[in-house]
Each structure stands twice: as structure tokens, then as C-alpha cells.
């Protein structure tokens, strides 16, 4: 989602010191989806880096992360790819398995904390 769709919502916010990005999915850019929960979580993250930086952000200004898996058997493989994208302290993160109305197997929401 780095292009911001022309869906009934907002890409980014910023409020009280925050920013709220909405939920990412793995779609490239060529409107492919990567094979693995691996793969999809690095895209995710990538496209996530990529709105950040629109910001003036990076990862590491993450604080909190929402994250809906739509296999639980996936759950180890995905960890280590989040693991990845993260240096100490890590951010807050709460996953759920869920639902997903996309064919992709993981959505991630994030806060970050906005630089003064």
C-alpha cells in the first residue's frame, strides 16, 4: 500500500506526537504476492520503511505493532522475519491470527514515534 488507494481511509496520520500508518499487505508494485510468510513479511516491512521515510521515519521510530496472520502454523517462520526488521528495543507488538479479506497471508499495522 504504499500508493495510497483511493479507499475510504488514510495511508498516515500524525497526532499528539504519533504516527499511525494503516495496515500494510505484501502486493509488489507489480501487483504480485511473494510465496511464504518469510517473503511477505519482508515486502510488508519494505513498504512500511517506504512510508516511514515519507515521514522523515525509520523503523526503528516504530513503537507498536499490530500484526493479523491468517495461518497460526506460520507464526514461527514469520517471527524470525519480523526479528529481522528490528534492533533493540524492540517495538510493542500484539499478533492475531485473523481472517484476511486479501489473498496474502499477513497485515501489519504500526505507530511510530514522530522526531521533534
Not at 29 to 50: M, N, Y
Not at 108 to 113: D, I, K, Y
Request: aromatic residues 6%; hydrophobic residues 45%.
Amino acid at each position: 500500500m504504499s500508493d495510497a488507494p483511493s479507499w475510504p481511509f488514510s495511508l498516515v496520520r500524525r497526532a499528539g506526537g504519533l504516527v499511525f500508518l494503516s495496515g500494510e499487505i505484501p502486493v509488489a508494485d507489480d501487483g504480485s504476492i511473494p510465496e511464504g510468510i518469510a517473503a511477505q513479511t519482508d515486502l510488508v516491512f519494505k513498504h512500511i520503511a517506504e512510508t516511514l521515510a515519507g515521514e522523515g521515519l525509520t523503523l526503528d521510530d516504530i513503537v507498536s505493532c499490530m500484526v493479523h496472520l491468517a495461518d497460526k502454523a506460520d507464526f514461527a517462520a514469520y517471527n524470525e522475519a519480523y526479528r529481522r526488521q528490528f534492533k533493540d528495543p524492540l517495538p510493542v507488538r500484539t499478533t492475531v491470527q485473523a481472517q484476511m479479506i486479501a489473498d496474502v497471508k499477513i497485515e501489519v499495522t504500526v505507530v511510530a514515534a514522530a522526531r521533534t
